[in-house]
C-alpha cells in the first residue's frame, strides 16, 4: 500500500498505481480494495467517509470527535465514519484540508475549503473546539436545478415562481436571505439560469458553490492570508475587481462583512440584475442585519438604509422545515417609508404551498411588470 500512496502522490492514475503495486496472486478483491483506498486518498479522505459523500442522498456530514452524522434530506441520523478515536479525528480533518489546498494545525485551527469533487470543507481542531476535533462537510448537488425542478418540488410555492421569473426579465436586485442548510444557493444558481445567453454572470464567493447552467458565467474566490499575514484577498477587493470586468450581473454568493458596502453601491450605479444571499431570520430582519454589516464598513444606519432602499428591490427569504424541505416563505420589499428602513411583505407561503399576498405586493408587481 505505501507503494501505491508514493504513486499516487506524484500524480500516477489510482487504477494504474494499484495494479503496479498488487502483489502476485493477491486476486481481484484485493486490488479492488487497493483502488478503493486510492480513489478515497486522492479526494483527501478514507473509504468510509467517501462512502457517505457518494450517497446521492447525503446533503451533510458533520464528524463531531468520533461521532458521524448525516443528513439525507430528513434529518441528522448517526453513521459510522470509520473514525475510532480523536486521533483519526484530526488526521482526517488535517487530510482533508490538505486535499483543498489550505492549511489546518494548531497554529491555524480553522480551516475552510473546497475538495476536489466541489465539496464544501469547515474543521475546526481542539483546543478552539471543545468537543474534540470538528469537521462539517457540505455536498453541492451535481444536477442543476432549474426554475421547474424548484415548482415542481415546493421550493417556489404557488405564484412565487412567477415572480423570480419576472425579478429576473425586469433585471431586478435581489437580496436573498436565510438560514445555513435553507437553499439559498440552490434558489440563486436556478435564478441565474434565466439570464439571457448573451448577459455575463460575474460571481463573487469564499469557497465556489454556485453553479447556474450559463454559458458565461465567471468566479472570482476570496483567499486567506498566507501564514505571514499576507497576500490576502477579501471579498470587498473582489467586488471592486468584478465591477471592472464587463458584468451584466454582479452576483455575491453571501454578504457577511464590509463588502456589503461595495455591494450597495455597485447596485447603486447602474449594475442591475444583481444578486446576493445574506442569513437572517426572516425577510423583517434583514434590515438589522444589513446595519450590522455596514457597521463594519464604517456606515452610518442612515446611509445603510439610503443605499439599501434605492438598491434592492426584492427581498426572498428562504426557510427549512423540520422535515427538510425547503422553500421561499416569505418575499419582502425594504422600504424607509416610516423612517428607517423596514421590510414589507409582499408574499407569504407555507410549507404546503398556501401563498398569501401583502401590503407591498401591488408595488413590487408594478416594479416586474406583473
Given at each position: 500500500m505505501r507503494d501505491a500512496l508514493r504513486l499516487l502522490a506524484r500524480g500516477e492514475d489510482p487504477a494504474r498505481a494499484a495494479a503496479a503495486c498488487a502483489q502476485p496472486g493477491c486476486g481481484a478483491v484485493a486490488v479492488a480494495s487497493t483502488l478503493e483506498i486510492l480513489r478515497a486518498r486522492q479526494r483527501g479522505m478514507?473509504?468510509?467517509l467517501a462512502r457517505l459523500l457518494d450517497d446521492p442522498a447525503v446533503t451533510d456530514v458533520l464528524i463531531n470527535g468520533t461521532q458521524a452524522w448525516v443528513d439525507r434530506g430528513g434529518g441528522l441520523v448517526r453513521v459510522d465514519a470509520g473514525i475510532r478515536d480523536e486521533a483519526d479525528a484530526r488526521r482526517a480533518a488535517i487530510r482533508l484540508a490538505s486535499a483543498c489546498g489550505v492549511r489546518l494545525d494548531d497554529a491555524r485551527p480553522i480551516a475552510d475549503g473546497t475538495l476536489p469533487g466541489g465539496v464544501r470543507l469547515h474543521a475546526v481542531l481542539a483546543p478552539v473546539s471543545?468537543?474534540?476535533?470538528?469537521?462539517?462537510?457540505?455536498?453541492?448537488?451535481?444536477?442543476?436545478?432549474?426554475?421547474?425542478?424548484?415548482e415542481?418540488?415546493?421550493t417556489l410555492p404557488g405564484e412565487v415562481g412567477a415572480l423570480l421569473r419576472a425579478l429576473v426579465a425586469s433585471r431586478a436586485n435581489v437580496l436573498?436571505?436565510?438560514?445555513t442548510g435553507s437553499g439559498k444557493t440552490t434558489l440563486l444558481?436556478?435564478?441565474?439560469?434565466?439570464?439571457p445567453t448573451g448577459e455575463r454572470i460575474v460571481c463573487i464567493e469564499e469557497v465556489s458553490e454556485?453553479?447556474?447552467?450559463?454559458?458565461?458565467?465567471?468566479?472570482?474566490?476570496?483567499?486567506?492570508p498566507n501564514v505571514e499575514g499576507r497576500g490576502a484577498v477579501t471579498l470587498a477587493d473582489l467586488v471592486r475587481a468584478a465591477m471592472r470586468m464587463r458584468p451584466d450581473r454582479l452576483v455575491l454568493g453571501e454578504c457577511r462583512g464590509p463588502e456589503v458596502c461595495d455591494v450597495l453601491t455597485a447596485l447603486n450605479t447602474g449594475h442591475d440584475g444583481g444578486w446576493a444571499t445574506i442569513h437572517a431570520n426572516g425577510a423583517r430582519d434583514v434590515p438589522a442585519?444589513?446595519?450590522?454589516?455596514?457597521?463594519?464598513a464604517g456606515m452610518g444606519e442612515g446611509a445603510v438604509a439610503a443605499q439599501a432602499a434605492s438598491a434592492i428591490d426584492a427581498v426572498l427569504h428562504m426557510r427549512r422545515g423540520a422535515d427538510g424541505r425547503r422553500w421561499v416563505s416569505e418575499v419582502g420589499v425594504l422600504t424607509r417609508a416610516r423612517g428607517p428602513l423596514e421590510c414589507?411583505?409582499?408574499?407569504?407561503?407555507?410549507?404546503?404551498?398556501c401563498v398569501t399576498t401583502h401590503e407591498a405586493w401591488p408595488s413590487l408587481a408594478r416594479r416586474v411588470g406583473l
Open positions: 478514507d473509504p468510509p471543545g468537543s474534540g476535533t470538528l469537521i462539517s462537510l457540505r455536498v453541492l448537488g451535481t444536477r442543476r436545478l432549474g426554475i421547474s425542478d424548484l415542481a418540488c415546493g436573498v436571505s436565510g438560514a444558481s436556478a435564478a441565474l439560469c434565466l439570464v454556485i453553479a447556474p447552467a450559463h454559458p458565461h458565467c465567471v468566479h472570482l474566490i476570496e483567499r486567506a442585519r444589513l446595519a450590522a454589516l455596514g457597521a463594519l414589507a411583505l409582499a408574499l407569504s407561503a407555507t410549507a404546503d404551498g
